[in-house]
């Protein structure tokens, strides 16, 4: 919640009031048609099957969710007649009793589906459709539907909106961005804007709005057609030179830098699969315990300077890779014509993505300032002319 939102005088269009209150007469219906066929469920012997209970659950969420919508329409009329704007103390609740309702209303309507599935193409198969293994399901799905939100509402980032009195989960440039990473770690892919859309309870034009803004900020790199994310450092949505696996899942890093950046942010043991200079030797490292182990020297290469580096990031990131001398980087930059920059080895570069991409997981993270940017850059010796900034207020 939002203290400076807590009393404010606006202004209510008059429409708002029947509007509200023919929602909560609709509502009203809804709540009682659920307590009805509750009840007949309950009462009546010949209801007690398992279809019957799949039904019994449906109704119980919706009489839930009804009455979770009854009291904010009822908080909302309230609002309107009494012409202020606040966020009382019972705000963050009601949405997450909201989500939660809402939630367990789909997965009984996918599980009422599967039911009917199981009991047509699977006839036989009677455990399936017995009462002891779609009990086991429905508790299974009041408990994902429990736990799912639980984080954001213990969190405190339900907030409340003025313009329509309604609360929603945060959507801030550091909030989506970690939502991205934190599903790329765990499903090997971006959510999609449809996706985030239904987490943040925004519209799909506000999320391609704020993931334009994150990319402004360098935070991501969008599809130019789709504006779906193609890039969020150090993770690629399309595949690279660097494949990137633990025991959690497997990965494409944009670069050999955000291919270590990866392990830093998973602090688990990684292997990293690449081809020196993306030709056709193919090494591995490996991370264990947080040290490197390989098997031979290991260079990186950064042709590109870092304040030229978001002129084409894709590119910068495409041609940041790995060789075993100096001598294969010379001619590797002879053979396709690009400049010779500075050579790291890989022991100094690891210590650096674990310092760079060291915040990237959090829940307030901002992007490194120049000025700060310049600092790790000093602090691990990159010296060279590549890693020249301008010192601007700007973020890197």
Request: hydrophobic residues 45%; charged residues 15%; negative net charge.
């Amino acid at each position: 919640m939002m203290e400076n939102q807590n009393l404010s005088a606006f202004f209510v269009e008059t429409w708002y009031i029947p509007v509200n209150v023919i929602s909560m007469i609709t509502l009203l219906i809804t709540i009682l048609l659920s307590l009805i066929y509750l009840c007949i469920i309950i009462k009546d012997k010949t209801c007690h099957s398992v279809s019957m209970l799949l039904v019994a659950n449906l109704c119980l969420s919706t009489f839930l969710f009804a009455m979770d919508l009854f009291g904010m329409a009822l908080f909302m009329l309230h609002n309107d007649l009494e012409q202020i704007s606040y966020a009382d103390s019972f705000c963050p609740a009601r949405i997450y009793i909201g989500y939660v309702t809402c939630s367990v209303i789909n997965f009984s309507l996918l599980l009422q589906a599967f039911h009917r599935y199981l009991c047509t193409l699977y006839p036989f198969r009677l455990f399936y459709r017995s009462w002891k293994f779609q009990l086991i399901l429905l508790i299974l799905i009041w408990i994902i539907s429990i736990l799912s939100p639980l984080e954001y509402y213990l969190r405190n980032e339900i907030i409340y909106v003025v313009d329509n009195q309604l609360s929603y989960m945060e959507l801030s440039l550091s909030r989506i961005h970690h939502i991205i990473l934190k599903d790329i770690i765990q499903n090997g892919f971006a959510p999609s804007i449809l996706s985030l859309s239904t987490v943040f309870q925004r519209s799909q034009e506000e999320i391609i709005q704020y993931l334009k803004d994150l990319q402004e900020y360098h935070g991501v790199v969008l599809h130019p057609k789709t504006f779906e994310v193609w890039i969020a450092h150090p993770f690629s949505l399309s595949p690279t030179n660097f494949w990137v696996e633990s025991s959690r899942g497997q990965w494409w890093g944009n670069c050999a830098w955000c291919s270590l950046g990866i392990a830093a942010l998973l602090k688990e043991d990684t292997t990293i699969t690449t081809t020196l200079g993306g030709e056709f030797k193919q090494i591995r490292i490996h991370i264990k315990d947080g040290h490197l182990i390989t098997n031979e020297c290991v260079l990186i290469h950064f042709p590109i300077p870092m304040r030229h580096a978001w002129d084409n990031v894709v590119y910068t990131c495409s041609v940041m890779q790995m060789f075993t001398s100096e001598i294969e980087v010379d001619i590797w930059c002879q053979r396709h014509q690009i400049a010779k920059g500075d050579i790291q080895p890989i022991e100094n570069i690891w210590k650096f993505a674990q310092k760079w991409y060291g915040n990237h997981l959090n829940e307030n993270w901002t992007k490194w300032t120049n000025e700060q940017a310049k600092s790790i850059f000093e602090e691990f010796h990159l010296t060279h002319d590549v890693w020249t900034i301008p010192q601007t207020s700007s973020r890197f």
